[in-house]
Each structure stands twice: as structure tokens, then as C-alpha cells.
């Protein structure tokens, strides 16, 4: 500590830093945003006062000056009633972390449900944010087309699905291996009737994750005829599917496209007096906290949405690289499977 430097009383600021370290305001200022031009021991000393003061550089005076917010803006969608599906909120949690780690903060915001672009406009106009995250490219969303074509650094979650020929950095989870894994667990344990309850055919991911039921069921010579069924991503719908098959088809499993749908089977077969795992094994999608809690725990297929937040903000920071380093236009993780009770015993 320079001599005769004072403890500050409020909130420290740069004159406090450099007072400490014995240097220059400018000295102090090059220290955060330019450490190289600073000796290593002229480095360190003021390092260690900026630790001793647990003081915090002016975030929106360095905005100004190197025109940068270091904000990601994220939409994010209302809560759908009915359904277990948590699968956003993790996704959130975990790009807020990656992205603190990276010096960068999340911004999350909503707009008009009915206008998919409403938000992205203003904070693009008003360059609050230096990029954006987007989802929901299953609904066929226009975000990426609009922003692509406005040049502004964006990272999707998802597949470009309906624009084959899209060229913009995305990640995504593989959910057709998701359920094939699933399904072969289930197959691997004797099960030769295996259901499929799935979302309606103009959902793209839905689609996706039925085809690693019917890949995994044929490789095994197996039939789907008559054991798939497709419906609204709601308990209630997930119940009245299940019992239905269940009466025309007599499955002795279940794998579904999301926890939600399996908590609807999970419902049907209390109704009708069979436990799950015991007398049909159901597995879910998503892992959610539903998932982990219920009685019996719901085996499910878990994405790993940490690390798909690893992938996104590693790319956004190429993107936003001076130059920008190029990066690879997709991601595409696997899943894994949690193995619970209503996976059931091995049938011989």
C-alpha cells in the first residue's frame, strides 16, 4: 500500500486503485484494459489493489468507450400450463453461468407472443446487445433469416429445420440417438412391444426423436405398425394416448417424447391399476425435475444443456472476435440416458 493512501469509504473507484498502487489513473485504467503494455511488477502491484479493495471497473464508461455491452440478448417464451417441461429454465441458468465466465451477461427478454421478431428490433436499433442467442427454430421462427441478413452476430439453439441451406452457427441435441438409446434399453431388457407416444407430425424435433424409435425397433426386426401415436405435449394427451394403445395394442412399454407426455402414461397406468416398471416401463425425454421426483423415479433421456451453453457462448466469442474467428456452422450433441424405476426389471 502507497504511503499515505487512504481506505476508501465508499465504493472504490480507479483514483482509490491508483492512490493504493502508488500509479497513475492511466496506469490503472491500462491495467484493466490493456495489461500488456504494463511491466509485470507495475502489473501485479496494481492487480493486488484492485484484490484489496474488491474494486469493480465502471462497466458502462467502458461500454461507451470501446462501444461494446457485453449483453447476449436472449427471448424468452412463457411457461406452457400442463406440461412438466423445464427444460428452458435449465438452459437459462446454465447459459447465465457460461456466459459470466466468458465476461459477458444474459439478457432475457419477451415481446408479443404472436410477432416472433418483436424485441430483437429495438435492441439491435439501440445496440444494447453485442449478440443474440435464439430458439424456438422448430416453430420455423424467422429470427435467424432476419438477423442474418442484418449481419448480427446470433448463435442458434436448434436446427435450422425448415432452411436446409442456412449457413449460421447453431448447437443442438441429437434427440433421434436420445431415443434410440431409450428404446434399446428397453429392448435390451426383453420388451418387443414398444410404444411410441410423440408430438404431431408438423413438429420437426418430434419427428426427429420418433425416427430413433422406429431405426432402433426395425435394426431388431421389430414392428411399429400400430404402436406409434401422435398428440398435443400435454399430460392429458399423454394419458388418453396411452390408454388407448394400451387397449389396442397391448404394450408392455412406453417411450415418449417428453416427461410430460410420460407423466400422462404414468397417469393412465395408476387408472387402471399397473405399475410402472413393474407391468410397463415407460421412459420419458427431457430428465426434468419431474422426472427426479416422482414415484417411482421416471427413467428419461437427459440433455446435456450445460454443455450446450459451453458450445454457444465458445462460438459467440469467435463470432465477436476482432477479426472474427471462423466457426463451425453446427454442433450436434448426444444425450445420455437416466436409468430409474420405471425402466423396470430385466423380463425374461
Not at 501485479?44 to 484492485?50: H, K
Not at 439501440?126 to 427454430?137: H, K, N, Q
Not at 436448434?158 to 434399453?185: C, E, S, Y
Not at 463451425?328 to 426389471?345: H, M, N, Y
Amino acid at each position: 500500500m502507497a504511503r499515505g493512501a487512504r481506505t476508501p469509504s465508499g465504493p472504490p473507484t480507479l483514483a482509490d486503485v491508483a492512490e493504493r498502487a502508488g500509479v497513475s489513473r492511466q496506469t490503472v485504467s491500462n491495467a484493466v484494459n490493456n495489461p500488456d503494455l504494463l511491466r509485470a511488477d507495475t502489473l501485479a502491484r496494481v492487480q493486488a489493489a484492485i484484490a484489496d479493495l474488491g474494486y469493480l471497473p465502471n462497466r458502462a464508461a467502458r461500454n461507451l468507450r470501446t462501444r461494446t455491452s457485453h449483453l447476449i440478448g436472449l427471448r424468452i417464451q412463457p411457461a406452457q400450463e400442463g406440461t412438466a417441461n423445464a427444460t428452458m429454465d435449465r438452459f437459462v441458468h446454465s447459459l447465465v453461468e457460461t456466459s459470466r465466465e466468458a465476461g459477458y451477461h444474459v439478457l432475457l427478454f419477451t415481446g408479443d407472443p404472436t410477432d416472433p421478431l418483436a424485441g430483437y428490433d429495438d435492441l439491435l436499433r439501440s445496440t444494447a446487445v453485442d449478440a443474440f442467442v435464439v430458439t424456438d427454430t422448430y416453430l420455423g421462427n424467422p429470427q435467424a433469416m432476419w438477423l442474418d441478413q442484418r449481419r448480427a452476430p446470433f448463435v442458434a439453439f436448434g436446427r435450422p429445420w425448415q432452411q436446409p441451406g442456412a449457413t449460421h452457427a447453431w448447437v443442438d441435441v441429437d434427440g433421434a440417438a436420445g431415443v434410440a438409446l431409450a428404446t434399446d434399453h428397453l429392448l435390451d431388457k426383453g420388451h418387443r412391444r414398444v410404444a411410441w407416444i410423440g408430438w404431431r407430425k408438423d413438429s420437426a424435433i418430434g419427428e426427429d426423436r420418433r425416427s430413433g424409435w422406429t431405426r432402433a425397433m426395425h435394426l431388431r426386426d421389430l414392428p411399429t405398425t400400430g404402436l406409434a401415436s401422435r398428440v398435443e405435449d400435454t399430460v392429458t394427451s399423454g394419458r388418453s394416448a396411452a390408454g388407448v394403445l394400451l387397449d389396442e395394442a397391448a404394450p408392455t412399454a412406453f417411450v415418449c417424447a417428453s416427461d410430460t407426455l410420460a407423466m400422462g402414461v404414468l397417469h393412465a397406468l395408476a387408472e387402471r391399476g399397473l405399475r410402472a416398471g413393474d407391468d410397463v416401463a415407460v421412459v420419458g425425454f427431457d430428465d426434468s425435475q419431474v422426472a427426479q421426483v416422482v414415484r417411482p423415479g421416471l427413467s428419461s433421456v437427459r440433455q446435456p444443456l450445460e454443455q450446450v451453453a459451453v458450445e454457444i457462448v465458445a462460438t459467440l466469442e469467435g463470432l465477436l472476435a476482432h477479426p472474427a474467428v471462423p466457426q463451425a456452422q453446427g454442433v450436434l450433441l448426444t444425450p445420455t440416458l437416466e436409468v430409474r424405476d420405471t425402466s423396470g426389471p430385466v423380463r425374461g
